[in-house]
């Protein structure tokens, strides 16, 4: 049996290999994706975002438990920071999950970003696809710890959720631009701390400012550690989905996340002709040298790459 | 090769000193390889799970509790039920001299004990791997 066989009998071994093949640039995993595209669709993606330590991991533990529970399959991608330096990288989200490891019906990966910046890594977009051909009723995709603006996870998921903390900052934060405006879930976690309410409230004030629409996302504070108010959690990313899908929205918010993956890709490609156009010959370092005496200017020398491309 | 290797730092058994798996964890981090590092107390059976899902080209164990005849061949024995081969299986901890003889023999590829420069061990990984 071939890969592309195994993986539709669920098999672990090839559904974790494709992953790798895929995060390696192997053209056969493109291949094998291609041709199972057509198979696609059917898993819900949920992103799960929010700050380092915030209790992403837990609570992706402990929603996948809920989740179990109704007999639905679950799959997890979990990205960690690659350091720039030495491209290693230390992924421990699993450390969270061990008790989902021997489920079945579950299946994790820890990804390094390698590079890609955003929150997720370029890969992620492809090991969504390897995750709903395998089967997986729901996938979720944990983030890297976000600051402000990695946002990326929302052009992959269909419903994001937003884990925060008590007492991050005060209500200015709130109204920052970024990442608070891509939740469609608010959670706060670790809620039996001090300050939850206090934070409750913020995000609520902030959200009567949005314009007024048929979703208002709602702010439900859980204690992923205690397991506490995880399946009125699950209920409110549940009724998103519905929200979504009964609307009709959900075809608006895929057909907008794949047209962003399939700018990127093409990107991707352009910068890469790009990029060779300008090492070939040296051409960037004797650019760049001219610059520095002054004797040519960025715009000009931007000039002479682009016009290499039309040759 | 122009991937970064994939390692599995596993805790098997129940001891709580994981010290020495983070020092192996960021040693390797720092080589250049992703780490997926799976927590304290894991059982054989875990840990396989997640080296099978994380597609892992080596899977390190730390123990240091005694348990290492009876958890590190487990290990290797139920990788080989799964009809995984080509996952470099390595452990560490205070293991007694006289138990890396039959350790090895039990497939473990190699033992590293205390005072093992964390160079030894990112050398022997990367002459010994077994994927390309």
Redesign the interface.
């Known amino acids: 049996m071939n890969i592309e066989e195994r993986l539709l009998k669920k098999d672990?071994?090839a559904?974790?290999?494709l992953?790798?093949m895929l995060?390696?640039n192997d053209e056969e995993a493109i291949k094998i994706i291609k041709n199972l595209y057509h198979k696609t669709g059917s898993a819900y993606v949920i992103g799960i975002t929010g700050p380092p330590g915030s209790g992403k991991s837990t609570l992706t533990d402990r929603l996948t438990k809920e989740l179990r529970k109704e007999g639905k399959t679950v799959g997890i991608l979990a990205i960690d920071p690659?350091?720039p330096f030495?491209?290693?990288?230390?992924?421990?989200d699993?450390?969270?999950m061990?008790d989902l490891?021997?489920d079945k019906d579950v299946?994790?990966?820890?990804m390094?970003t390698?590079g890609f910046l955003g929150g997720v890594s370029k890969a992620t977009w492809g090991a969504v696809k390897i995750l709903d051909m395998y089967g997986c009723d729901y996938i979720f995709i944990e983030t890297v710890g976000v600051g402000q603006s990695e946002i990326d996870i929302v052009k992959m998921a269909d419903t994001v959720l937003m884990v925060l903390v008590p007492n991050m900052g005060d209500d200015i934060q709130a109204i920052k631009a970024g990442i608070m405006e891509i939740a469609d879930v608010f959670t706060i976690n670790k809620s039996d701390l001090d300050g939850a309410d206090k934070t409750k409230m913020e995000i609520e004030m902030n959200l009567d400012l949005n314009e007024k629409k048929d979703y208002r996302p709602p702010v439900v504070k859980v204690s992923a550690q205690k397991n506490e108010d995880i399946d009125f959690l699950l209920s409110k990313l549940k009724d998103h989905e519905s929200y979504i899908k009964n609307t009709g929205k959900i075809h608006e918010i895929r057909r907008r996340n794949l047209k962003t993956e399939i700018l990127q890709l093409a990107e991707e490609e352009v910068l890469k002709i790009i990029m060779n156009k300008a090492y070939e010959n040296d051409l960037i370092d004797a650019l760049s040298t001219k610059v520095e005496k002054r004797e040519e200017d960025p715009y000009t020398a931007k000039e002479r790459i682009v016009a290499l491309l039309n040759d | 090769m122009d991937r970064p290797i994939r390692v599995l730092v596993a805790k098997p058994g129940l001891d709580g000193h994981d010290r020495g798996a983070k020092v192996i964890a960021r040693a390797l981090r720092d080589a250049g390889m992703e780490v997926i590092y799976t927590g304290l107390r894991q059982t054989p059976e875990q840990i396989v799970a997640a080296a099978i899902q994380e597609d892992v080209d080596v899977v390190a164990m730390s123990l240091l509790s005694g348990a290492h005849n009876h958890l590190f061949p487990k290990v290797v024995n139920l990788l080989r039920g799964e009809g995984v081969d080509d996952v470099l299986v390595l452990g560490g901890g205070v293991i007694p001299e006289d138990d890396i003889p039959s350790l090895i023999e039990s497939g473990v590829e190699a033992i590293f004990t205390p005072g093992t420069p964390t160079k030894d061990v990112i050398n022997f990984i990367n002459t010994n791997i077994k994927r390309k």
């Open positions: 672990k071994r559904c974790a290999r992953i790798s995060e390696n690659t350091s030495t491209g290693g990288a230390i992924l421990g699993r450390i969270r061990s490891a021997l299946f994790i990966r820890s390094g390698r």
